[in-house]
């Protein structure tokens, strides 16, 4: 969070002179998390650059927090971990056989 404010707060002017690009900036205006992002900002009414920036922080976290515990359930549970690599491991299978069937054919 303090790098962020660092980021966002102190260096602000100095990013946006110098046309630095943060994940931010990459984030907010590309792919398809810039959809998903936007609709977050109209649904809050956000205007504020200051306001988008925060919003963005605590999903940030929030995803980084639920990824953390992902891993720690995935640490401590064999089980978990284990269908966790093998549905992985079935998806990637699955869509490489289909690929490769629909060239194969076309």
Do not use: C, E
């Not at 990013?15 to 994940?23: A, D, G, N, P």
């Amino acid at each position: 969070m303090i790098y962020y404010l660092w980021v966002f707060v102190m260096l602000g002017d100095r990013i946006k002179r110098k046309s630095y690009q943060t994940l931010y900036d990459r984030v907010t205006t590309s792919g398809p998390a810039s959809k998903a992002l936007g609709a977050v900002f109209r649904a809050t009414h956000m205007n504020s650059d200051l306001g988008k920036k925060a919003t963005y922080m605590v999903l940030h976290l929030a995803f980084g927090t639920a990824t953390m515990a992902l891993a720690l359930l995935h640490w401590y549970y064999f089980v978990a971990h284990t269908l966790f690599v093998d549905i992985f491991l079935a998806l990637t299978l699955t869509l490489t056989l289909t690929l490769t069937l629909t060239l194969t054919l076309t």
